[in-house]
Structures are given as structure tokens and as C-alpha cells.
């Protein structure tokens, strides 16, 4: 289950998501949180997760900073993150140059992401390329729907700098199969058997159904109608939200 745009917007609960997890539990399911948020620490999201009523432990969430770590281990890299997640880049050399790898992060709506992404940060991590450093990514959204309205992510800064660099990032967060695969992995579960829940057609949906999960899209988040019908994403189920999901699955499963 995706959390951004599914349980909550901004921090605000979506009517009757805490309840649905809460029933989706009682049901015997078994879940798993995987989210492309950026911005936090697994044990700050988690803690302002229960904070809105979710009951979740802090392995049950998946986040992208920790499939980072996973990846770089050992490596010299140049992280353009917000400075929130470094804890969760364990066994990662973070260096201002000569690096192995560029990372780039998420954004968010603080004065933070204007410093990390830069100009003279892009353009140090755009020489780190050019001098044969990997990039790499935490995700490639191209924007996050908050309280306010849509907000542009990083993703502009991923393609920005692949189009400099005439290069391709490695992107460790979703739609990316091992992101998929590393939460089955986590549940015991086979991709044909476990549902993705979400609200973004690229990420969430169309990731899912490459990696051969089934798929249930919500119309809240991300979700708008005209890019749906145009996506030739076609999910297992289209629900008004997550709070429709128990109910649907008694009745689909």
C-alpha cells in the first residue's frame, strides 16, 4: 500500500483510511507500506504515521533511502537528499567529490530543497558524472499532491541531469521491480497473490503490473480522470478510496 495520496495528503488522514487499515488487518492481510517519500527518516515517517491513527511497526515500512543504502553500500557517493534521511544511508561514504554514485533525493516544500538542488549542487553532481560516477535516483516523480495542490518533485532534476549527462539513472524506489519485489520478499508473498494499492498510474499501478501483482487504484493522491483514461493503465479495481477496500476485497477475492 502506498501511503502519499492513499492514507493521507499532507499529513491530514483521508476519511476512513485509518479505519481500513485497521479492518484490512482484522481480515488477516498481511501489509506492507512502500512509499517514494523522501523527506523523512523511516523512524520520523512512521512515528508521524501513528501520530494520525495508523498501527503500523516500523518494518513494515519501506522506504527508498533504505533501499539506497542496500544498493550503495560501501560506495563513495554525492547525495543530493534532504539532510532528514541521512540516518537511513548506513554503510554509504557521502563525499562532496570523487564519488562512485550521484543520489538524488526527493523535494519538498521547505526552503531546504532549494539549496540541495542547486545550481552549483547540480552542476557538482553533473562533473561527479562526467567524471564517471553512476547516477542514481530515490524515485522519478515528476510532482506530489499536497494540501495546497500538486508540488513538482525531483524528478526534473533526474531528467535534467540525464539529459546533461547523456546518461540513465538507476531509479531504487517505485516502479522499480526490486522495490516490488524486496516488500514481497518482506511479506512471504507471491507477486500473483498480493495486491499494490495507490493512487500513481507510473509508479504505483503500471510498476506493480510489470513486476505481475495485481492492482487496485484509488481517486485520491494523484489520481485525475483525464490522465487515467489516456494512461492505457487498466487496474484490477478502481475504488473512490481506500476506505471502499475491505468491502471490495471480501467480495473480489
Known sequence: MDLDGVVHVSGNPLPGAVAAVRQL????????????????SRAQLAEELRGIGLELDDEELQTTPRA????????????????????????????????????LGGADETEETGRVFSYMNLARAFAELEGGAELYC???????????????????FVAGLEYAADTIATVLGKPSSAYFAAALEALDADAQLAWMIGDDLESDMRGAQLHGMRTVLVRTGKFRPDTFERSGVTPDGLLSSVADLPEWLERTI
Do not use: C, Y
Open 68 to 103: 539506497a543504502a542496500h544498493t550503495l553500500a560501501g560506495q563513495r557517493v554525492l547525495a543530493l537528499t534532504m539532510s532528514a534521511i541521512v540516518p537511513d544511508l548506513e554503510g554509504v561514504e557521502l563525499v562532496g567529490e570523487g564519488a562512485d554514485a550521484v543520489l
Open 138 to 156: 530515490l524515485h522519478k516523480n515528476r510532482w506530489w499532491q499536497t494540501k495546497d495542490g500538486p508540488r513538482l518533485d525531483a524528478g526534473s
Open 25 to 40: 488487518r482484522a481480515d488477516g492481510h498481511r501489509l506492507r507500506f512502500v512509499t517514494n517519500n523522501t523527506t523523512r
